[in-house]
């Protein structure tokens, strides 16, 4: 039922209900478990990647200070949602106010753009070490990294900043029900009084066209740095497809859902909702895994430090 109080631009609706993921009381016990297994699991899982990148120094280049920092990202990004998701499922009534509503879907779309930005650095690096490798540290120079980041972190505040202006001057008077586990863009104008057919260009062409054209760049890019190893190894794509294939998979988990919301925004069905668990729980729980499995350097520095911790215990 909507809230007769003051909200966000003299909004009259100061709650808004979160439906979020239904189910038995079985079935929500069973996903409160494993969405908490998977949280911990993203925090302990990014959070030492991000201490094994500042602790060994064999790990102190360009591509694991990206990583580093995509981690720190990962960490971020489900810390907006997956806590709250998890209350909500142990409570019957998922209420959130207007203003932590509008607060979430502006860290999301911030880390998001981060993400996106990072996710091109990253492609970029992997571009100058596997088709420039006698120029690459100049290519990647720790300014060119920090201004990677620095580029991130500005792209996303502009990208959520240029959207959320938008929300601002609409008027909310109810409903007050959004059917997800989170706030967004898409969801929350629709319940706006006035007619919000008309912000659907403006969240397509906004989050829709730079999900879109990142996602084709990166895959143009990931084409590119094939064709040059095959051109130059004699038809050998073995070491370009183990050095892109985590990559590859992280890029595919990432932007499946955000194509699928935001290209075609106004969802109809609920689908949109079950399709985010993947940014928001799984692939950051996976991104630890898929660069500790595929990549040597990082399994040699977990050795060193094992052994380093053996060797403190022993003296």
């Known amino acids: 039922?909507?809230?007769?109080?003051?909200?966000?631009?003299?909004?009259?609706?100061s709650k808004l209900v979160l439906l979020g993921l239904s189910g038995s009381w079985e079935t929500k016990a069973i996903l409160t478990?494993?969405?908490?297994?998977?949280?911990?699991?993203?925090?302990?899982?990014?959070?030492?990647?991000?201490?094994?990148?500042?602790?060994?120094?064999?790990?102190?280049?360009?591509?694991?200070?990206?990583?580093a920092n995509l981690s720190l990202i990962d960490v971020g990004l489900s810390s907006t949602t997956v806590p709250k998701m998890i209350l909500d499922l142990l409570n019957e009534y998922k209420a959130i106010s207007f203003q932590s509503c509008m607060a979430q879907i502006c860290f999301i779309h911030i880390i998001g753009g981060v993400e996106m930005v990072l996710l091109i650095a990253m492609a970029f690096d992997r571009y100058a070490a596997i088709c420039k490798p006698l120029h690459y540290l100049n290519i990647m120079s720790p300014k060119r990294c920090i201004l990677f980041v620095v580029i991130g972190w500005v792209t996303g505040v502009i990208h959520a900043m240029s959207q959320f202006s938008f929300v601002m001057n609409l008027s909310f008077c109810g409903p007050n029900t959004i059917?997800?586990?989170?706030?967004?863009?898409?969801?929350?104008?629709?319940?706006?009084?006035?007619?919000?057919?008309?912000?659907?260009?403006?969240?397509?062409?906004?989050?829709?066209f730079m999900s879109l054209i990142t996602f084709f760049l990166l895959l143009l890019s990931y084409a590119f740095i094939l064709v040059t190893v095959w051109k130059r190894s004699s038809g050998d794509l073995s070491k370009a497809l183990v050095t892109l294939s985590a990559h590859i998979t992280v890029v595919v988990l990432f932007f499946t859902p955000c194509m699928f919301l935001y290209v075609w925004p106004f969802p109809t069905s609920s689908?949109?909702?079950?399709?985010?668990?993947?940014?928001?729980?799984?692939?950051?729980?996976?991104?630890?895994?898929?660069?500790?499995?595929?990549?040597?350097?990082?399994?040699?520095?977990?050795?060193?430090?094992s052994k380093q911790k053996n060797y403190v215990r022993f003296c």
């Open 179 to 208: 059917d997800s586990f989170y706030c967004d863009f898409p969801r929350v104008i629709q319940l706006a009084c006035s007619d919000a057919d008309k912000f659907e260009f403006v969240v397509a062409a906004n989050s829709g």
């Open 1 to 13: 039922m909507p809230q007769s109080m003051d909200g966000l631009n003299g909004s009259m609706v």
């Open 271 to 305: 689908v949109d909702k079950y399709l985010f668990i993947a940014d928001f729980a799984l692939t950051p729980v996976l991104n630890p895994i898929i660069y500790t499995l595929r990549n040597k350097d990082i399994q040699i520095a977990i050795k060193r430090l």
């Open 33 to 67: 478990v494993m969405f908490s297994l998977l949280y911990l699991g993203i925090i302990l899982g990014n959070l030492f990647i991000v201490f094994l990148v500042i602790a060994d120094s064999h790990l102190h280049s360009p591509m694991y200070f990206l990583l």
